[in-house]
């Protein structure tokens, strides 16, 4: 393949020889578990993040359901999440015995603030907002939701690590944010980890706990907890790329830009609606495409790959099929699943590259219209 989706070597390989020092020490250390590099990164991470705590944590999905169960969230409750999302959002919500809440996208991708209030009830606990495909959420509205019926505002910043809102960074405003360093996310790993980050001194302790076997040090647990820590070698490579992480969102800004100036003449193509002042970092350059599954099958052939995020939105899952959902409850969310595509988007993608994606993508309406 000529254009990779997402071609990790520029990253890997700006950092290889401090990632090799650094997981020859821990293998030398033998500390594999609660080694030094995590403290590390949870101190630089939450530093750079202007936040109190910060919990390294073993995947992002592990610290979403973690933060539910510290804020006492279960049977019966609600939790609030946008349609179109990865199913981490909803079975977190699932597993803690509460119930997930679709709420329609807007057409940014993050959750409609319009359509909120309809859906809260007397047993809605929580609202958790997408900071989808690295673009952030209408926060401000959101709190203000949040604080007139007493709710829970949780993050999710997987997509958007150091994207801002107003100059303040992404998972900074609510109750608590997950963040998952997958090696698919801007701020990746070289496999599954995760974190935690919290103003709430006393949350924070719980979730170390919690994640921890419910032990406050070892062999006294105050709960039964979970499992799920931060692997020291994955502490030691995202404390590393954490140095060069805004280099990094800039240039993925600077791609974006280039394929919406390139992108602009083709009327069937709905490029994203970017606020210049967002701080978007875009974990994802996502198309709206006529004739979507032709146009990747073409781009495919020309030895360009593209990926649809998200095919299916969560309520028309087998998983929720319980639930009944109709494509009128969530019309946005359920138009997009037949025309959203994402373009080859990572640092060090160059105009070269792109250039190359947007002729093809001209050929294949020119050839189209012709028909």
Excluded at 84 to 89: C, D, H, K, Q, T
Excluded at 148 to 176: H, Q, R, V
Excluded at 277 to 294: C, H, L, P, T, V
Aim: aromatic share 12%.
């Amino acid at each position: 393949m000529d254009i990779l989706f997402n071609d990790k070597s520029h990253v890997n390989n700006r950092i290889q020889e401090e990632a090799n020092k650094a997981i020859q020490e821990t293998i030398q250390s033998q500390k594999f578990i609660h080694g030094k590099y995590v403290s590390m990164f949870e101190k630089n991470f939450a530093d750079k993040l202007g936040i109190k705590n910060c919990i390294g944590v073993g995947n992002g999905t592990d610290g979403l359901y973690s933060v539910l169960m510290m804020l006492g969230i279960g049977r019966g409750d609600e939790v609030l999440i946008p349609a179109n999302s990865w199913i981490s959002s909803s079975e977190a919500v699932s597993v803690t015995g509460a119930s997930p809440v679709f709420i329609d996208n807007n057409l940014n991708y993050t959750i409609d603030i319009n359509k909120i209030e309809d859906k809260i009830t007397k047993y809605t606990k929580a609202l958790l907002a997408v900071h989808q495909y690295g673009n952030p959420c209408d926060i401000d509205k959101i709190i203000n939701i949040c604080k007139k019926y007493d709710l829970y505002l949780i993050e999710d910043c997987a997509d958007s690590p150091f994207s801002k809102i107003n100059g303040k960074y992404t998972g900074t405003f609510g109750d608590a944010a997950i963040f998952s360093f997958f090696p698919e996310y801007p701020l990746g790993a070289f496999g599954d980890a995760g974190a935690v980050v919290t103003n709430d001194d006393k949350l924070a302790k719980n979730i170390r706990m919690f994640t921890n076997h419910g032990q406050s040090d070892k062999y006294e647990h105050w709960m039964e907890g979970i499992n799920s820590r931060l692997d020291t070698i994955q502490a030691a490579v995202v404390n590393i790329k954490l140095k060069y992480i805004e280099e990094w969102n800039r240039d993925r800004i600077r791609i974006a830009k280039k394929y919406t100036q390139l992108l602009a003449d083709v009327e069937e193509v709905e490029v994203p609606q970017v606020n210049e002042d967002s701080g978007q970092i875009f974990k994802n350059y996502i198309i709206q495409a006529e004739n979507r599954n032709e146009l990747k099958d073409f781009l495919y052939m020309k030895r360009i790959e593209s990926e649809i995020l998200y095919p299916v939105p969560l309520p028309f899952h087998q998983a929720y099929k319980h639930y009944r959902h109709r494509p009128s409850d969530f019309p946005n969310a359920y138009n997009f699943k037949d025309r959203i595509l994402a373009l080859p988007l990572y640092p060090g993608l160059r105009n070269e590259d792109i250039e190359m994606v947007v002729e093809e993508i001209h050929n294949f309406y020119l050839v189209q219209r012709i028909r």
